[in-house]
């Protein structure tokens, strides 16, 4: 499990074709590998991946054929990505409770500079919308947000300076397409319902 709240914004230093699959070595600066072990997990761009090897400043992982065709962002190298490491029931959780399981692929439609903060509206599959809820939760490529408007299949975000200094979320413009993965409880809540 992870809160949505990113730790450091690594690199893809290289990307390995493993059958279809990618082997990818990522290099961080602030993550801190020191307590990280192989086996442990860690969200890349908030995709649950798990560590195959490490060094001082890089770790390694492999993603699957599955992973790669239901996420974005993982697949060239220099790309900048978010990352977090996998929670200790100890820490505090700042963001939501997140899976890094991504839901689906969303597409920005806009991301206006309003002063103060960046309003980001984003367009999300059809078959996620009812999990978005105005003052709920949801996850864009790792980062926890709160939704402040939806319409339909379309859900904006304010996010603050703080936000876009430390996540790659800075980045994104009208056509990006980002991961998405809708708040945990809201998918519990919809199958407890729809299950006879």
């Keep these: 499990m992870f809160s949505g709240i990113i730790a450091d914004v690594g690199k893809i230093q290289s990307t390995q074709n493993r059958d ?10 602030a993550l801190g590998l020191d307590d990280v072990q192989l086996g ?8 649950c991946l798990t560590v195959i090897a490490i060094d001082d400043k890089a770790f390694s992982v492999d993603v699957s054929c599955e992973t790669l065709a239901c996420t974005v962002g993982l697949e060239v190298q220099n790309t900048p990505v978010n990352l977090e490491k996998a929670l200790r029931l100890s820490d505090r959780l700042g963001g939501h409770l997140v899976s890094g399981h991504v839901d689906g692929v969303g597409e920005v439609v806009s991301f206006d500079d309003l002063g103060e903060s960046w309003k980001l509206l984003i367009r999300a599959p059809q078959n996620l919308a009812k999990f978005i809820a105005i003052k709920g939760s949801i996850t864009i490529n790792g980062v ?14 304010n ?3 703080h936000t876009l200094q430390m996540t790659t979320l800075k980045n994104l413009s009208a056509g990006s397409r980002v991961n998405l993965e809708v708040d945990l409880i809201a998918r519990y809540v919809e199958r407890m319902m729809t299950a006879s």
């Design 159 to 161: 996010l603050i300076p």
């Design 144 to 157: 926890s947000l709160t939704i402040n408007q939806v319409n339909a299949c379309e859900f904006a975000l």
């Design 40 to 47: 442990d997990s860690i969200a890349v761009n908030g995709v």
């Design 20 to 29: 279809g699959g990618l082997r990818l070595t990522i290099a961080t600066q």
